[in-house]
């Protein structure tokens, strides 16, 4: 659905369980929404921003 290039911290005091990856929403210059999936919640009809595949390249 799209593509957006950030920095990636990989060292930290948490540990994320292998094949998490997990960005905030919060950050204005990074609209991560953008990238995830356009599925709807077909009762509460709200986007289903919660999970999606992503692929990770260094660059």
């Given at each position: 659905?799209?593509?957006?290039?950030?920095?990636?911290?990989?060292?930290?005091r948490?540990?994320?369980?292998?094949?998490?990856?997990?960005?905030?929403?919060?950050?204005?210059?990074?609209?991560?929404?953008?990238?995830?999936?356009?599925?709807?919640?077909?009762?509460s009809?709200?986007?289903d921003?919660?999970?999606?595949?992503?692929?990770?390249?260094?660059?």
């Open positions: 659905r799209g593509d957006m290039r950030t920095r990636v911290e990989t060292r930290g948490n540990k994320p369980p292998r094949g998490l990856v997990f960005i905030p929403w919060f950050d204005a210059s990074e609209l991560i929404n953008k990238v995830t999936l356009d599925a709807t919640d077909p009762m009809k709200q986007t921003y919660k999970k999606c595949a992503i692929r990770i390249e260094k660059v």
